[in-house]
């Protein structure tokens, strides 16, 4: 049982188990650990994941104790504890007495003069015959040892300040002549002073850094109560006059909604960004305070002295930014969003009195025939360009099929997507276009975008949908999201799910994603209004397990 003890270890908290549970792939966690991992995972799809293999899982797994694996631990935790007293077993894994002859017993005294671990049977001559009583006997172990001067056998009772290290008397008059030396003890006792500083300093720090995490908390949320008070009171304000203008009124409130949105994102993002640096700052400081706790723990002064070296030569971590600077930030970000309510509000005044409708895009009907698009768009067939494709997907069928394999066979390329699962067709196009895909489950993208997209990196820059240069429509299981310059709208119902059709009015500047049902009536999920300055590339992205086609015309 001994040899499988790393075969009962959970593989998130890398404890042995505790209350052991099995999933539907075969791995075993603690009960507490799997869903802790699964709340604090939790996405908006609502699908959940195994941490070792990834296979997921929808809805989440209703988890039992695995009574098999439980018996077992016990059994091992009962064996674990047999007869292991130096009488009955060797010393395998402590250490051994130097003078056992055969089988060592486990040693429990080392004496510094004669430089010998000895067990309770060889010790005795120690406490009995005089000359040797006057030996000084400590504690054996491993470490002790680590006290003997490898190069003279003698113990280290020197602490050479210059190098910094513990010598022997004999080593002071050979490499260390001239250097600044003390006694082990007085080097230990300057060194207990500093490390009693430290800690306090450290608690202090820890201290004031939480005190910061509690202030810059109240301002993220007096942030997001002063945005949406800020809607609110802009709602309401519209709600005095919708009778006069119901169409110009909506429309104006739906951009001062998406207004306040992006400042509160920026707030809550500095915010984030801060609280986080903080956290990281707090979590090193009582880090360091653990590590410090276990120095005042260690009784051998050899190892006390070249544990604190170690530890005085760690990396410093750097405290962020003022907190004074964040908090100023986020008052000018407030009173900014309080004059912008009453700036809209006189501007949307001036406009309903002058009796000037605010434009509106003229949005196609909710529901079509396929045909009678057909007739209207060119459907010419798309191929992807291959020198797009990310490095995990994979192209089949004419370059018209797109699935998740990690084969990583496509060559560098300054126009391949290094990062995100995307990719983009070959041809820009600049007329009336429709094309449709269809998929077989999982997570997908639908995409227009500019060539100018940037293709290397992680940042918003290289993402479909967050940033002016795409739009995005994510379709998901239960339904799909529409993103364009990072803003999305909430989600979308999909009646006809797995089957999508895209309509570019280039010229009119309208881009519309519709579902295509089985009786072939295209329902409107989402439509943008814009102006088209550049040639518009379709796009794709195909999640983990997904496979996306365009399908001919």
């Not at 939480?210 to 908390?217: H, K, M, T």
């Not at 809550?268 to 986080?276: G, H, I, K, N, Q």
Request: hydrophobic residues 35%.
């Amino acid at each position: 049982m001994a040899n499988n003890h790393g075969l009962f270890d959970c593989s998130v908290c890398l404890q042995q188990l505790q209350d052991p549970v099995t999933t539907a792939c075969g791995h075993s966690y603690c009960l507490k650990c799997i869903n802790t991992f699964w709340d604090q995972n939790a996405n908006a799809s609502r699908m959940y994941s195994c941490p070792q293999c990834r296979q997921k899982f929808m809805p989440r797994p209703k988890l039992k104790k695995n009574t098999l694996l439980a018996e077992l631990l016990e059994k091992q935790m009962e064996t674990s504890r047999g007869d292991t007293s130096p009488d009955n077993c060797d010393a395998s894994g402590d250490t051994k007495c130097d003078v056992c002859t055969g089988r060592k017993r486990k040693a429990t005294k080392f004496c510094l003069v004669c430089l010998t671990s000895y067990c309770d049977t060889h010790a005795n001559p120690h406490f009995e015959v005089p000359p040797l009583k006057k030996h000084k006997l400590v504690h054996a172990s491993e470490t002790v040892k680590e006290s003997i001067c490898c190069r003279h056998d003698r113990f280290k009772e020197i602490y050479c300040r210059t190098d910094e290290v513990c010598i022997c008397a004999l080593c002071v008059m050979d490499e260390h002549i001239g250097h600044d030396t003390v006694s082990i003890a007085v080097e230990n006792s300057e060194k207990q002073r500093q490390l009693e500083k430290t800690k306090q300093e450290i608690v202090l720090r820890a201290m004031k850094s939480e005190g910061q995490i509690l202030e810059v908390q109240q301002a993220a949320d007096s942030i997001r109560a002063t945005a949406w008070e800020t809607v609110d009171d802009f709602e309401r304000f519209c709600a005095s006059r919708i009778q006069l203008y119901i169409h110009s009124v909506e429309r104006k409130f739906s951009e001062m909604r998406e207004k306040v949105g992006e400042r509160e994102k920026v707030a809550v993002d500095c915010t984030s960004a801060f609280l986080r640096e903080l956290k990281q700052e707090v979590t090193w400081l009582k880090r360091r305070e653990a590590d410090l706790n276990k120095l005042t723990q260690i009784d051998n002064p050899v190892q006390f002295l070249e544990s604190f070296q170690a530890l005085s030569d760690a990396p410093v971590y750097t405290s962020p930014e003022n907190i004074e600077e964040v908090k100023r930030m986020m008052s000018e970000l407030e009173a900014n969003l309080k004059n912008m309510c009453e700036n809209e509000e006189e501007n949307l005044t001036t406009v309903l009195e002058k009796n000037i409708l605010i434009k509106t895009p003229m949005l196609q009907a909710k529901t079509i025939s396929r045909s009678h698009v057909l007739a209207k768009y060119n459907g010419q067939g798309l191929e992807v360009d291959p020198n797009t494709v990310a490095a995990c997907l994979f192209l089949s069928q004419r370059n018209s099929s797109i699935s998740w394999r990690n084969h990583k066979k496509w060559p560098n390329h300054p126009d391949r997507f290094t990062y995100y699962y995307q990719a983009l067709c070959k041809h820009g196009l600049t007329d009336n276009h429709y094309w449709e895909v269809e998929w077989d489950g999982g997570i997908v993208e639908v995409a227009a975008s500019y060539k100018g997209i940037n293709r290397k990196g992680s940042g918003n820059d290289c993402c479909f949908g967050h940033n002016n240069l795409s739009w995005s429509l994510v379709c998901l299981p239960t339904g799909c999201v529409f993103w364009h310059n990072n803003i999305h709208k909430s989600k979308i119902p999909l009646p006809c799910r797995q089957r999508i059709a895209v309509c570019l009015d280039y010229s009119g500047g309208i881009l519309s994603f519709y579902s295509i049902s089985d009786s072939d009536m295209l329902t409107c999920l989402h439509q943008v209004q814009t102006v088209f300055t550049e040639p518009v590339y379709p796009g794709f992205s195909v999640d983990l397990g997904s496979t996306l086609k365009i399908r001919p015309l």
